[in-house]
């Protein structure tokens, strides 16, 4: 989700792929009336509302649900979308609450839906909630403020075996086991407050030459704690699956991921569902067990040259779309 934030010219935060966003969702939220009138979009990962404020733009007739786990998010995002009223539902609850939010805004079935998954520059650029290490703050990495769990008590209580597994599971960590070795000596001493802290130990742990390439040292380190913070995965393997059932024929889901453990949830679900049901080895189609969805996309898509220049939180993007077959050019 490394986009937007209140004013992308004042913070110089662009939504990523937001034109090929809205050309993929566009044939489904059009399919009735070309204003987008009785169609449903959800955004998934509502952030400050960029990608929705443009969809809401383009297609005057549209409802959009935006859902957030964040309060903050959801303040910013209902201050630069209340000019459209009460087109916009905007609900509190992490993406795998999507069929839960849905029924509660009475809506049974939607059109398009559009995950810009991971942290948000919004959230990376608030220093003390400490996703960033490139400031010290907090070593919070909540996107949710009420949440109980916080990365400190991830680094301060668990033992080594328990770290070294979330660092390497979520943050795919080569140095995991040395990295959290260290981290229960340091704290034995004095607990970790701060992701200054964390940032110093990493400099130590991880071996110069490794150091030198692949980024900066603390970045796997800070993902894994972020995902395991959030439960972003888990919650991921929940939501995808509730979106496509929320889909009617016709409809569409634009995923975007940032990193291979995402991308790799959302290719697993992409592939189930487009897949013949037809028992192997029968020469024809067996009706009724045609793929669920067909793919819009060939794998998965990444932003171009002149996309990263502009924005170049683009960069590690990888964007997949499927529609849900039948109900193409239904009224």
Known sequence: ???????????????????????LLAPALTRRDADGTDAVLVDATLGAGGHSERFLTDFPGLRLIGLDRDPNALAIAGARLAPFGDRVTLVRTR????????????????????FDLGVSSMQLDQ???????????????????????????IVNTYDAKSLARVLRDFGEERFAGRIADKIVRRRASQPFTTTGELVELLYEAIPAPARRTGG??????????RIAVNGELDSLRIAIPA????????????????????????????????????????????????????????????????????????????????EKVGGRGNS
């Not at 490394?2 to 010219?9: I, L, T």
């Not at 010290?136 to 008590?153: F, G, I, K, N």
């Not at 189609?285 to 898509?301: D, K, M, S, W």
């Open 127 to 153: 220093a003390q909630r400490g996703f960033s290490y490139a400031t010290d703050a907090p070593l919070d990495m909540r996107m949710d403020p009420d949440a109980p769990l916080t990365a400190a008590e």
């Open 243 to 322: 979106a496509l059932g929320a889909l009617q024929p016709g409809g569409r889901i634009v995923v975007m991921a940032y990193q291979s453990l995402e991308d790799r949830i959302v290719k697993q679900a992409f592939s189930t569902v487009t897949a013949s049901r037809t028992p192997p080895g029968l020469p024809i189609e067996l009706p009724g067990h045609e793929p669920e969805f067909v793919a819009l996309t060939r794998g998965a898509e990444r932003a171009d040259e002149q996309e990263i220049e502009r924005n170049p939180r683009s960069a590690p993007v990888r964007l997949r779309a499927l």
């Open 216 to 225: 900066h040292p603390a970045k796997r380190t800070f993902q894994a704690l």
């Open 95 to 114: 993406y795998d609450g999507i069929a839960s939010a849905l029924a509660d805004s009475g809506v049974p079935r939607i059109d398009g839906v559009l």
């Open 1 to 23: 989700m490394v986009h937007d934030s209140p004013d992308p010219q004042e913070h110089g935060h662009i939504p990523v792929l937001l034109e090929r966003c809205v050309e």
